[in-house]
């Protein structure tokens, strides 16, 4: 008989890629797995080994999260490793346990080599993580039902966006690329935002945010030093909003494919479209979900 609960999912990762375990953390959690990451699960006055190795030998599954730093760095993570190995050795044959996981191109230690590893930061590699995990709920005859557990009341339901940087909604201006896979060893400041307001279609995976410079998008609603919710994508359809690169510079802009060039549209009648030839380097980078607005310094919705 099925079991009506998710599959449990232990990251093992280095303190130095923070970062980019909160990221997948949220990403797991919202796409229906019980993940468990120490700073979201440890309470003060909780014991930290004590309850990473409780954690850790509850999980069903444990996810090692390798890079340069957890390669070649001593400390906690090379124990993590050791008893995840541990674990994984009592599993019957075939049954899948231990999952590397490289969040940028490093060497997988010896120790755990045996093992097929999936490059995260490739453009499909969160899709062959995803795909792994659903075969181990499978597998584990687990069945994610949220009818048959506690209801959450999504009011209260938020997410955590990070803020890149800026966008420009007049002149191109260089700002750090967003790209599909922007997560870096960077802290970036965040914004909570309550996850019924997205819309409706709308997983909550995978968004950033960018902070308007400039009112070229006044008459869509979009002031100076608004916040835009921003989906990468890289494609966009005829009048979408989006994040535009052409050759290293960026604005935002409503988006026009004609005949023999691109029309980057703003929303100002001050301003004129900027045009560009198609066979100029253009690129997507995003497609705008929500604009949060700022005024007076306070945040309103």
Request: net charge neutral; charged share 30%.
């Amino acid at each position: 008989m099925a079991e009506n609960r998710q599959l449990k999912v232990f990251l093992c990762h280095s303190k130095e890629d923070k970062p980019k375990i909160r990221k997948l953390y949220h990403r797991l959690i919202s796409d229906g797995f019980d993940a468990w990451l120490d700073e979201e699960k440890l309470i003060p006055g909780h014991n930290w080994d004590y309850e990473i190795r409780k954690a850790m030998r509850e999980s069903d599954v444990v996810v090692v999260c390798l890079s340069n730093n957890a390669v070649t760095k001593t400390g906690y993570v090379q124990k993590e490793i050791r008893q995840a190995l541990d674990k994984a050795n009592e599993q019957p044959e075939g049954k899948i346990y231990l999952i590397p996981v490289k969040l940028e191109d490093c060497k997988v230690p010896d120790s755990i080599s045996q093992y097929q590893w999936v490059d995260l930061f490739d453009k499909n590699g969160y899709k062959k993580l995803m795909g792994t995990l659903v075969f181990c709920a499978d597998d584990r005859k687990l069945r994610y039902s949220s009818n048959e557990l506690k209801v959450v009341n999504l009011d209260m339901v938020t997410i955590s966006i990070p803020i890149l940087g800026p966008i420009t909604a007049g002149p191109f201006m260089l700002v750090p690329e967003p790209g599909v896979d922007y997560l870096n060893d960077k802290e970036y400041e965040a914004i909570e935002i309550a996850r019924n307001l997205l819309p409706a279609n709308e997983a909550g995976t995978d968004l950033y945010a960018l902070q308007v410079i400039g009112d070229g998008m006044r008459d869509a609603m979009v002031n100076h030093d608004d916040i835009i919710i921003v989906k990468p994508a890289t494609e966009a359809h005829n009048g979408d909003m989006a994040i535009i690169r052409v050759n290293d510079e960026y604005t935002l802009k409503y988006f026009f494919m004609e005949k023999n060039r691109y029309r980057l549209q703003p929303a100002n009648p001050t301003m004129k479209p900027v045009y560009v030839d198609k066979n100029a380097a253009l690129e997507i980078n995003g497609k705008v979900v929500m604009v949060v607005r700022q005024m007076k310094k306070a945040m309103i919705i």
